[in-house]
């Protein structure tokens, strides 16, 4: 009801706002006339998304496991993870392209930085939730940093690593976007096709790109949720075992 309420409140502004709105047949229109254009720039954005995202997330994890067991680079390396987060990425966006060249290593890089510091944190909070006493049982038996990571620590901390996935993967598109806004030149991808269609006052094409990034963004939340599910079972209680 809420969504028909909202579709009725932006049509009727639309028909009387017509140079700030398009109405809701228009963006309609546009995928009526071509969808092959949303459908290939929605990929290349996805794409951009997922690369940008798997790494930011391997590398928080790689960092929180080395922090875990180094409290020396926690020390060192976390007060550089808050500076990189609390800097809005669309101000070293710019720089990025310039160095990286205009291709997609940017976009990947950028989609990367967004993620990489939730993603961090709570991988750290997640491998630092391993219950006490298994943790001793796998020190009395003299069990090496590796297995006490795999059969424990990180049982322990999956429900933190795909808490932090359902922000950061959907985050990533919002990188990927980023990226392609501040890539002069581009002509592939969402962001570029919203920043184009913006220049020539398009504002149908503009708002049918963001619904396709909304819809984006609701699929990729909806297949972390379903991961979640798949692996609500893998719990400390059903990895460990005798190593």
């Known amino acids: 009801m ?19 709105l398009p109405t809701i047949p228009q963006v309609a229109h546009q995928f009526r006339t071509a969808p092959g254009l949303y459908w290939h720039d929605m990929l290349v954005t996805l794409r951009e998304a997922l690369v940008g995202a798997a790494g930011g997330m391997t590398m ?26 609390v800097t809005p990425v669309i101000a070293i966006a710019p720089g990025l392209v310039v160095a990286f060249g205009f291709g997609y290593l940017p976009k990947y890089i950028i989609a990367g930085v967004v993620v990489v510091f939730p993603f961090l944190i709570n991988s750290l909070v997640g491998l630092r939730s391993a219950d006490h006493a298994l943790l001793d049982v796998f020190r009395t038996w003299h069990a090496s940093s590796w297995r006490v990571l795999w059969h424990l620590e990180l049982p322990s901390s999956v429900p933190y690593l ?18 392609e806004f501040s890539a002069a030149g581009q002509t592939t991808g969402l962001g570029s096709l919203i920043e184009v269609a913006a220049n020539q006052a398009n504002l149908a094409i503009v708002y049918a790109a963001v619904a396709v990034l ?4 609701v699929g990729l939340t909806l297949a972390v949720v379903a991961l979640q599910h798949a692996l609500r079972d893998w719990s400390p209680a059903t990895r460990t075992r005798a190593w």
Do not use: D, K
């Not at 809420?2 to 700030?20: C, E, I, K, T």
């Not at 808490?163 to 976007?177: D, E, F, K, M």
């Open 162 to 179: 795909l808490a932090a996935a359902r922000i950061c993967v959907p985050l990533s598109v919002v990188g990927a976007v980023v990226g």
């Open 60 to 85: 928080g994890f790689l960092l929180a496991v080395t922090m875990s067991r180094l409290p020396l680079v926690e020390r060192a390396v976390m007060p550089l993870a808050v500076a990189l987060n």
């Open 2 to 20: 809420s969504v028909g309420l909202l579709g009725l409140a932006w049509q009727l502004y639309a028909l009387h706002n017509p140079y700030v």
């Open 214 to 217: 909304a819809l984006l963004g």
